[in-house]
């Protein structure tokens, strides 16, 4: 009696042992760029059918609705105010270097990463992570790194990437990952290039689509079919712009007057010499279709403003607006869209399916900030979240 006591104590004890109660599987998709609209506009049987088995919502980038900042954004659940990559390419102040999205070396050193990525929660509470291309996995953050991981290609074809994920689901159990994100770098170059408005647009999304098919029906024929949850979202949208709305910033002020400066349209970054401040602030303030905020005085609903990362001045176009320096528009092929708004603007908001056995079906769930996607994954997880600036409660009615 007292040896069946003991079992039957073991065996509720046991998974509490070994760490963590198994979660099921979670697989994270962004497609760079994919505005929340482009479901509405192009056929996506795909994706309409997600939204009918699961949850269909409205991600909101944080500000700067750029790649890296909200890629690392949805990682950690930190604004990036708080995380440091403040935007794609930007000085570090403390470290006195620039990290370039173009620079590998910067992209895979660890020490620009503020904040704990998901795959490090993970991997720290002994879940398996796997990334494949997202910003921040390529480097070693304090120390850490997924177990799975490949350094960015931007040749790689999506087909092989959608087999990788598949493979690393077909690892034996105990060295599968239980937790995936991946990474297409469209519909983004393509609404850049085209403008979200342009009706050539829509075959690409129908396109994406069509390998959304593709990815599911190859995780339905995996034993594990019935123990995965997916999320396929994106960083931010795209907004419509025009050669007739172009800010020109050799116009108003010389880079000469410039101890730094950094950013793309519609946002830049500028830390002018001690002497030129007032001048910048003076002409630039001129310029008309843009803001142009002191560091200290940037709107509070940005969350974005005390970062050592950030120079003194943010200038931001007027939604439709671009800002060019002379010399980049002469090169600048891409007048059709941009994004870099605020998360005011709705084309900065992108697309967020899920389903899978956690999720409710056919519920449609409120806009929300990407900032809660963090605390999400760690609940689907069933692992305890790192600081972060998210909120749960924001976004759980979307699971059972
Ligand atoms: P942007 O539209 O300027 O905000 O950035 C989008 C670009 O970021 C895409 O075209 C990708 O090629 C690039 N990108 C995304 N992730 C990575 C990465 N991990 N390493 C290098 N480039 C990346
Ligand atoms: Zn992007
Ligand atoms: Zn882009």
Known sequence: MKKVLLVILILLIHPFLLGSQKSNYLMVLSMDGFQWDYPNKAATPNLDSLAKIGVISEIIPAFPSKTFPNHYTLATGLYPDHHGIVLNDHFNYPLQEWYRTSDRKAVEKGIFYGGEPIWNTAETQGVKAATLFWVGSEADI???RPTYWKKYQH???????????????KKPVISRPRL???Y????????????????EILPKIQYLDSLVGIFCSKLQMLPIRDSINVIITSDHGMGQISRERVIILDHYIKKEWLEKETGSSPVFMFEPKTVFVDSVVFHLGKAGHLALWKKTEIPKN???GSHSNIMPLVALADSGWSIYWQKDLEKEHYLGGTHGYTPENRDMHAIFYAFGPDFRPNYVHEA?????????????????????????????????
Not at 381 to 394: M, S, V
């Open 184 to 199: 297409l770098h469209q519909p983004d170059s393509w609404g850049h290039q085209l403008g979200p408005e342009n009706p």
């Open 142 to 144: 304090n120390g850490q």
């Open 180 to 182: 995936i994100l991946w």
């Open 302 to 304: 940005l969350h974005f």
């Open 155 to 169: 040749d790689m074809p999506f087909s092989d990437r959608i087999d990788t994920v598949v493979s690393w689901l």
């Open 368 to 400: 929300f900030a990407n900032i809660h996607l963090y605390n999400l994954m760690c609940k689907l997880l069933k692992i305890e979240a790192g600081i972060n600036d998210g909120d749960l409660k924001k976004v759980q009615n979307m699971l059972r």
